[in-house]
Structure formats: C-alpha cells, structure tokens
C-alpha cells in the first residue's frame, strides 16, 4: 500500500497561475523528495527536504515539511505549460529500509497555456 | 554522461510466461532499485541491489526476482506471469547512501509489460 497521499489529486491552472501539491505520509522519514513523471515516462528528481528542514527552494519551487503533522507541500510558482505533468512525493525512512522510498499515488498537474 | 538505460522498452507477453527486464545504472552508480508502477498509481518498490546481493525487498511474491552483475547492471526477472503484472517497470540507480538514508533516485524511461 501507498504510505503517501498526494491532495488534490488532480489539478487544472492557467500558465503564470502557482500551483500547490499537499503530501501527507504515515511513518517516520529521514528525508521526503518530490518526483516529476511526464505523461508514463521515467520520474525526475525535483527536491529533498530532510526531517530536520522545515522549508527548501530550488528555482520555482518550495517544499515545506512539518513533520509533527506528516505532512510536506510542493509550491510552484509562475507555472508554464511545460510544468504539465504527474507529481510525487516520496519517503525514505532511513535505517533498515535502505534505498526503498515509498511513493504516494500522484498528483496530475495541467497548465493551461 | 549516460543515464539510466532500459531494455525492452516495451514487451507483451501472455499469462504464465516469464519475462526479464534489464537495466544499466548510471555512471558511477552501483545501487539499483527496481519499481512497478500500475497505471493511475504511484510507484511501488519491489527490491534493491549491492553489491550484487538483494539488500531490501517490497512486498512482492517469490515470482519477481532480480539480479546484479559485477559490472552493476541489473536484470528483473518475473515467472508465471499474471494480468495483475502489467504495469511500468521502473529501474533507478543511486550511491548507496549511509545508514540506509537514499538522497536521490535517477530513474530510466521504463519497460512498459503488458499481459495478456
């Protein structure tokens, strides 16, 4: 089963608009990353934020962590048309579980040029 | 600098046949983890290799078995295949982490299955 819940699970915005990607996880995490995936193809590496980190930037995007509510969100701001895809938040637990994350089941994201 | 590399990228097979998917790390890696992704869903983790060993395994039958060679390239093997298997099969590399801590996955396009 999925540890993860992606919220919403799929959302329309017009280009320039930002969009926000809520995630929320059920056990304990070293460190949560965000995954892009086009259309069935391979995922992409977007961010990590470790359980010590509340909030993280790279270009247009924010992570926010709260680890007390287990829950991360993904902002991106000034979205364009490319920025359509499926969205991913990922687990890792650390310890024992090794190079195992554990994925919610997406959030699909248009952007409408 | 070649990243994830997977072969075929798609395949159809029917019920009971068995079917191997093979995947090249990107350079310099010598972790490989093997993911299924049904459709509509996140992926799912169905095992690691290091150092040619399976360090972790998901929650997936003895049917799916894997691989490792010395040169870390990796195979995914599944027997008595199902209808319930087809799916995208996604193989992603990474350094082996410390204390089991994984920082980023580079993952290849997938091997679509499709059973009939």
């Known amino acids: 089963s999925q540890q993860g819940e992606e919220d919403p699970q799929a959302l329309s915005i017009q280009e320039g608009e930002n969009a926000t990607m809520n995630c929320s996880y059920k056990t304990s995490i070293n460190n949560l990353q965000w995954y892009r995936q086009n259309s069935g193809r391979g995922l992409v590496h977007l961010i990590l934020i470790r359980s010590n980190e509340r909030e993280k930037h790279s270009g247009r995007l924010r992570v926010t962590l709260d680890t007390s509510k287990k829950s991360s969100s993904l902002l991106i701001t000034a979205s364009r048309a490319a920025d359509t895809a499926s969205y991913f938040c990922?687990?890792?637990?650390?310890?024992?579980?090794?190079?195992?994350?554990?994925f919610g089941q997406g959030t699909i994201l248009t952007v409408h040029p | 600098d070649a990243g994830v590399t997977q072969s075929p990228t798609h395949l159809i097979k029917t019920r009971g046949q068995q079917v191997t998917l093979r995947c090249s790390p990107k350079s310099g890696h010598d972790t490989v983890s093997w993911y299924q992704q049904a459709l509509g869903q996140g992926p799912q983790f169905i095992f690691q290799?290091?150092?040619?060993?399976?360090?972790q395994r998901g929650n997936f039958p003895d049917r799916f078995s894997g691989h490792q060679f010395p040169n870390y390239s990796s195979e995914l093997n599944v027997n008595a295949l199902l209808l319930g298997d087809s799916a995208l099969y996604l193989c992603?590399?990474?350094?082996?982490?410390?204390?089991?801590?994984?920082?980023?996955?580079?993952f290849g396009e997938g091997s679509r299955l499709t059973v009939l």
């Open positions: 990922a687990g890792n637990a650390g310890g024992t579980s090794y190079g195992k994350l554990t």
């Open positions: 992603a590399s990474s350094f082996p982490g410390t204390g089991g801590v994984v920082r980023e996955l580079f």
């Open positions: 290799y290091y150092e040619e060993e399976e360090r």
